[in-house]
């Protein structure tokens, strides 16, 4: 029923869903493949060669991996790629300490099942938040920077010739950055609540709200 709202803030759950506990990687969907981006770094510390970044996840659980994200992004609503997201998320998740074997492709090796345990995993190596590139050209990932590091390299990051925000994350609590690229005060009303006083949603108004953030 949600998934038609194409709302990415919709969601449904119930005290009897399955459990959010996820495995010690972090799928992307890379040119049609779902593929290994990140692995726990005290996972990958105890298991060097279980799997590595650019592994492709082929089944999971014996089913069809591609087949399982289809299915799930019909149960969710949102934009195209948010469905992805939120797709891999669930395909992967379940109870705690529950097991889930992945089928694993590594180039031109031939295919292998690898046994993971599902539970709180929240030390991705290798992620990089803030970072130099050339020509005084500064990557600034906002999905996985927080604020007092982005405030710690203020002084860089006001001389450089440019900054270059990754979004495709969900912002870390570091919406205040943004305030540091305004030159004007944010007047602007772009929600509009509905102030409903009398019975069947008679004489409605609206009342405007916005971010009003100023420089």
Not at 11 to 35: D, M, N, Q, R, W
Not at 51 to 62: E, R, T
Request: glycine share 6%; aromatic share 8%; charged share 25%.
């Amino acid at each position: 029923l949600t998934e038609k709202l194409q709302d990415g803030h919709v969601y449904v759950s119930a005290p009897l869903a399955p459990g959010y506990y996820g495995t010690p990687i972090i799928p992307k969907f890379v040119e049609g493949k779902i593929v290994v981006s990140q692995i726990d770094s005290a996972f990958r510390a105890l298991n060097p060669d279980m799997l590595k970044a650019g592994d492709v996840v082929m089944a999971i659980d014996g089913q069809p991996a591609l087949q399982l994200m289809e299915q799930a992004k019909n149960e969710v609503s949102g934009s195209a790629q948010w469905k992805v997201v939120r797709a891999l998320s669930t395909i992967f998740n379940g109870t705690n300490k529950s097991e889930v074997l992945l089928t694993i492709k590594r180039g031109n090796d031939a295919e292998k099942d690898v046994k993971l345990t599902r539970g709180i995993y929240r030390n991705p190596a290798d992620l990089v938040t803030i970072k130099k590139l050339e020509n005084d050209i500064y990557y600034l990932n906002i999905g996985s920077t927080e604020m007092k590091d982005i405030k710690a390299r203020l002084p860089e990051l006001t001389a450089a010739k440019g900054i270059i925000c990754d979004l495709r994350g969900y912002p870390r609590n570091n919406n205040e950055f943004i305030n540091y690229l305004m030159k004007t005060a944010d007047t602007n009303k772009w929600m509009f609540v509905p102030q409903i006083n009398y019975p069947d949603y008679d004489k409605v108004t609206y009342e405007g709200m916005g971010w009003e953030l100023k420089p």
